[in-house]
């Protein structure tokens, strides 16, 4: 007996929507297995782990607001991903965003307007931008491999923001703690309830937006069709270097305004550590929304919530945070796998099909 | 019949294969007699490729049996083929472009490894055969005749007692095709069986002792095919009268539409054709064919053309309008319209319903397809359903993907997408190509009476048969260059086939100064 | 001397890791999970040497981690045909969030390290005997002529009989077991400790290396000695403290790499001659 697939004539549309679940269901019991390695009660961790997190406003507000930057990072890399481009650097993009909106409050920490923060979220989408726009006119220039050097660059926009806050912009009265100064009034995102910022709108909003560019506008179609055949792409008369740039210009923008609504709100200034990874989580957000902006949001939450529950985890269990790390990635491989459902049935098979007569 | 006195060498018996819901192969029974030369004859998805990759043991059969020599075999892969004594020559060659001849043979060659030896071989084999080649080349450099007698040379070397030839002379010269048919003749008064599959009436009356005849994934007949005619021949394969295409009224040629002046385009890449100055007028109301062998540069001829690779200005003109620097969708915008060669992954993507793949060559030239940028469904659904009902493609629902329905239905409604818009312009890229005789004579009738209506069409085509059928005038097209356009009965099959044979060796001239002079 | 034999050392993971996923690559197949795997080979080997005392179990255990991960991106994608590239950032990521789970208790131990003979490990000789065997077996042997076959053409390679997932599955594995020794290399020989994420985009630098290299063993070896030769300077550089950010000189392996990509691609007669044709490309049997 082996394993055999079977193409299906088309796509499956019952399994484009449970993929994601059945891939779900499967972490959990993953996660269950693991606690029970541990000598943990599953059950109890689970519950801690995946359930406890919703019981408390404080903590819904707590997901909420991490899953906006995940959301609004993993929302354009759908759109990078459905045309075939592979930007895995947004963690760098989201550095930069960070780096370039936050210069005005350390560099101009007198100025206070409504005009500050919004000149700092417009410097945060361009320094986003900019730093993705590399990787493509790179790639659509030299033909240089957009998945290598935009994840480089992951590591030189770290290196620059740690150089930034450990020198020129470190805070003078910080007691020499690599930090800048912290941000206040109109250098900071407002608030609109005690724990949700302006940010989880922008999220919202971008999410919306670009299931609306995907699904109705030309330019939608046009970033399917470069992705699916990039040959019919040209015979439609797209440009690929367009689409390409355009994808990172997007993402990058994105995952900037990310970056900058996080050291505006969350964080309240520069430091070395400015993201858990959002920009590598953002990865997985996508592909478990199936690249869908709205299937985006609700897997954006799920994320959100595998960070929350890891740091509940970490309390009452005694469990290391870094368990949702292991998460996540047990996720994504989940969701690969299940997504060969859409295309294909999976069947056992005889080694030969038939041996008589031999 | 003395083939009940002798055992046949291969016996397929009530061999049934099943895809999913798709009977391939419904009880097919053929017998290979010793030293004979069979056909297996049938239209495009009627099975033939099916079976002989199931006798060559790369697919399985659902049910039944193979009899080699009267013994009753399992061909459970192809070294087991091999060893039986079964060689296959495919029609998409199964060969590595990037590897040589030698190392090409090798994979195929139990045994020691040890590619000197083997190189002698080679040369001795195909000195002997007539079928020069030099061990040592790469491949991707070679021409598709070159490449076929690497497939010929792999199986002669293993000394086979059946040879199969999957569909041979699709990519062939009428000239390289007589020097096959000798070569397959000296094989057979050698003793080796040929399987020889094909859909070409004619060469099979010439060169074959018998033909079993496949329909539907069913063999409605087992015949001698040197008492049949090609139209009795042809009445079996398709299972009725095949449809005559009406022939165009002629003299009614107008102004020219499409005008193409000194048109070059340097090589994209190494193993590509570079186009030289390509000069040829395709007026209102005819239709104006390009001959030649595969891989001459008739990609980047339609590519120039269409305007997915923009040369000068003046070098395309539609309607008088320079467009040589225009992308595709400005020229769609004045009037033409194009079908290129791949169906899925060019002229359609494989994953998207066919009310999407309406968009993908007309979003820019129709408003009730997009708006302000906006897709409107309706317009694209209704388009869709239009060219369906027009051109008859059969399909399993509503708005199926592209990938879901069969080639000549497809084909189909590729084509009919561009007719839909009646078309100033079209030119179209080997218009039938895999495709089954019903739909085939569709897509030719529709051509003809786009131009009647006073298009001008571009047919670029490698089968001869759909040229003369079609054509109004014919040049032939050879390593990027353009014969003159003369009238298509001033054209014999000859004279075509040396216009596209004669240019092969130069090609190779070429090729080899090429060499020399990056070498130097 | 001294500073000749550092360049070696900060070279040889990397040569180990490229020369695994040169022949990955060379099969068809791109496994982006290079740095997953090395890291998982980092952290296991780490372990398996701490808590046995025995630097060669540790060796060991580099290899089989590596391995091991490598064969779950087999199976996504040479079975279940899943996207390469996702899957392959897949792996990193599990990786990395593992190798931190697993490594929690090692942190800060004392490593145990393989014997070094006049400044000399052990695995530095034997990645040059790695890069010369992959050498000779790729463009001298049958089994390497059938992994470049089917690196150029699955479809051909599965007409002619041959078993295109099985030379996968085997290439991958391969690729996985270099890549995991590259980690173990890491903890047990150059640092010997474990430290959170320690393999820092090494991997990713391996996956350019193999594009710099165009795909052949011996430029592979140059690219890695080249790339270690830039590195060290720029620690050098930074012992003598003119005044360059320490931040600076760090990304500049990062940025090496990206001018080298830049450099490579940018010239197509160099690098298309021996791109695997099948490089990323699922292989589905008809049957």
């Keep these: 007996m082996r394993l055999v697939l079977e193409k299906r004539p088309e796509a499956s549309a019952a399994m484009a929507i449970a993929s994601p679940l059945i891939a779900l269901a499967l972490t959990v019991v993953t996660g269950g297995i693991i606690f029970a390695l541990r000598g943990n009660n599953p059950v109890d961790a689970i519950y801690v782990y995946f359930i406890e997190p919703w019981v408390a406003l404080w903590s819904v507000e707590q997901i909420i607001v991490k899953a906006a930057p995940l959301v609004l990072i993993g929302a354009g890399l759908s759109v990078c991903y459905l045309a075939n481009v592979w930007n895995i650097g947004a963690e760098g993009q989201f550095t930069m965003g960070a780096v370039l909106g936050g210069a005005i409050p350390v560099l101009f920490p007198e100025w206070q307007s409504p005009l500050t923060l919004i000149t700092m979220l417009a410097l945060g989408i361009i320094g986003g931008m900019a730093w993705g726009a590399i990787p493509a006119l790179l790639r659509n220039r030299f033909n240089a491999n957009e998945i290598l050097t935009s994840l480089m660059l992951v590591y030189v926009a770290q290196l620059f923001l740690d150089w930034l806050v450990r020198g020129p912009w470190r805070d003078p009265m910080g007691f020499n703690f690599p930090k800048s100064i912290t941000f206040s009034n109109w250098q900071l995102l407002p608030y609109l309830t005690s724990g949700i910022h302006l940010g989880v709108i922008f999220a919202i909003i971008a999410a919306v937006a670009l299931a609306l560019l995907l699904g109705r506008t030309m330019k939608g179609f046009e970033i399917r069709v470069a992705g699916q055949s990039p040959r019919a792409a040209r015979f439609a008369g797209f440009s690929q270097k367009w689409t390409v740039l355009f994808c990172f210009l997007l993402s990058g923008g994105l995952a900037g305004l990310a970056g900058v609504s996080e050291i505006a709100s969350v964080v309240g200034q520069l430091q070395p550590q400015i993201s858990p990874g959002y920009g590598f989580a953002a990865i997985i957000v996508a592909f478990l929304g199936r690249l869908n902006p709205i299937g985006v949001i609700l897997a954006g939450v799920l994320l959100a919530l595998s960070y929350i529950g890891g740091e509940a985890a970490q309390i009452s269990l005694g469990v290391s945070e870094k368990i949702a790390r292991v998460f996540q990635g047990v996720l994504l491989f989940y969701i690969l796998a299940c997504d060969t459902l859409i295309l294909y049935r999976i069947r056992w098979q005889q080694r030969l099909p038939s041996a008589q007569g031999a | ?520 | ?287």
Aim: hydrophobic share 50%; net charge neutral.
């Design chain 2, 1 to 520: 019949m003395s083939a009940n006195e002798i055992t046949p060498l291969l016996e397929a018996r009530n061999i049934v294969k099943i895809f999913g819901t798709l009977r391939a192969n419904d009880d097919v029974t053929l017998k290979c007699m010793p030293g004979e030369i069979h056909a297996f004859l049938g239209e495009n998805g009627a099975g033939k490729s099916t079976l002989v990759k199931m006798i060559y043991g790369a697919l399985q059969p659902t049910s039944g049996q193979f009899f080699w020599n009267g013994r009753g075999v399992v061909i459970a892969s192809p070294s087991v083929a091999r060893q039986l004594g079964i060689g296959m020559v495919f029609q998409h060659f199964s060969l590595f472009e990037a590897l040589t001849v030698a190392e090409n043979i090798a994979l195929a060659m139990p045994g020691s490894f040890d590619l000197g030896a083997l190189s002698a071989r080679i040369s001795k084999v195909s000195a002997s055969y007539g079928l020069p080649i030099a061990p040592d080349a790469v491949v991707a450099d070679l021409s598709v005749g070159e490449r076929q007698r690497i497939e010929i040379i792999r199986c002669l070397l293993q000394e086979p007692k059946l040879l199969i030839m999957d569909e041979p002379t699709s990519v062939l010269t009428p000239q390289e095709a007589d020097q096959l048919f000798a070569v397959l003749k000296r094989l057979a008064s050698e003793g080796c069986s040929v399987l020889y599959i094909s859909h070409r009436l004619e060469e099979v009356k010439d060169l074959c002792d018998s033909a079993t005849i496949l329909r539907h994934g069913k063999v409605v007949a087992c015949v001698n095919p040197k008492k049949e005619t090609a139209a009795s021949l042809a009445r079996l394969m398709v299972g009725g009268d095949v449809h005559a295409v009406k022939p165009a009224k002629a003299g009614t040629v107008g102004k020219e539409r499409l005008l193409l002046k000194n048109l070059s385009l340097a090589a994209d890449g190494q193993f590509a054709v570079a186009l030289k100055n390509i000069s040829l007028a395709v007026r209102a109301g005819e239709v104006v064919a390009i001959a030649g062998v595969a891989g001459n540069g008739q990609g980047e001829f339609f590519d120039a053309i269409s305007g997915e690779r923009p040369v000068e200005t003046g070098m395309v003109e539609i309607d008088g309008v320079a467009m040589g620097r225009a992308g595709i969708n400005a020229r769609r915008k004045v009037g033409a319209a194009f079908v290129p060669e791949e169906r899925l992954g060019h002229g359609a993507v494989p994953e998207f319903p066919l009310s999407q793949n309406v968009l993908l060559s007309r979003h820019a030239a129709d408003d009730r397809l997009v708006k302000k940028g906006l897709v409107q469904k309706d317009g694209a659904r209704e388009t869709a359903e239009r060219v369906i009902k027009a051109f008859d493609v059969r399909k399993g629902k509503p708005d199926p993907e592209a990938r879901a329905l069969s080639g000549g239905n497809l084909q189909k409604f590729v084509v009919g997408r561009e007719l839909d818009r009646t078309p100033a312009v079209l030119v179209i890229n080997q218009p039938t190509w895999g495709v089954d005789a019903g739909a085939a004579a569709a897509i030719r009738q529709a051509i003809l009476d786009l131009a009647a209506q006073g298009s001008a069409v571009l047919v670029i085509s490698q089968d001869l048969d759909e040229i003369f059928e079609v054509a109004t005038r014919i040049a032939v097209i050879s390593r990027g260059e353009l014969s003159e356009a003369r009238p298509a009965a001033a054209w014999s099959r000859e004279a075509i086939g040396l216009m596209m044979a004669g240019a092969h060796e130069q090609k190779h001239d070429s090729r080899k100064e090429k060499r020399h002079a990056a070498g130097a």
């Design chain 3, 1 to 287: 001397m001294d500073l000749f034999l550092t360049i070696i050392t900060a070279a040889t993971p990397l040569l180990l890791a490229a020369i695994g996923e040169l022949v990955v690559e060379r099969s068809g197949v791109l496994n982006l999970g290079v740095e997953g795997m090395m890291v998982m080979g980092a952290v296991c080997g780490f372990g398996a040497a701490f808590l046995t005392g025995n630097p060669w179990v540790g060796v060991l255990a580099s290899i089989i981690a590596g391995a091991a991960m490598s064969l779950l991106f087999g199976f996504l994608t040479l079975t279940l045909l899943a996207n390469q590239v996702a899957t392959g950032l897949a792996l990193t990521l599990l990786g990395i969030g593992l190798s931190g789970l697993i490594g929690e208790s090692f942190v800060g131990q004392p490593g145990v390290k393989l014997p070094v003979v006049a400044g000399i490990d052990p695995l530095i000789p034997f990645s040059v005997i790695l890069t010369a065997g992959v050498s000779y077996v790729l463009f001298r042997t049958r089994s390497g002529l059938i992994i470049r076959a089917v690196g150029n053409s699955h479809s051909a390679a599965h007409a002619l009989g041959y078993n295109v997932i099985a030379v996968r599955y085997l290439c991958v594995m391969f690729g996985g077991a270099c890549a995991g020794l590259a980690g173990g290399y890491l903890s047990i020989v150059y640092t010997p400790q474990w430290v959170e994420n320690m393999t820092a985009g090494k991997g990713w630098i391996a996956l350019a290396l193999v594009v710099f290299a165009s795909w052949l063993p011996w430029r592979a070896a140059i690219g890695a000695y080249l790339f270690g030769a830039i590195s060290i300077l720029s620690f050098v550089v930074q012992t003598y403290g003119l005044g360059i950010p320490s931040q600076f000189l760090n990304s500049l392996p990062y940025l090496v790499t990206i001018l080298a990509l830049v450099l490579i691609s940018g010239n197509r007669a160099l690098s298309k001659r021996n791109t695997p044709a099948c490089l990323g490309q699922p292989f589905v049997p008809d049957r």
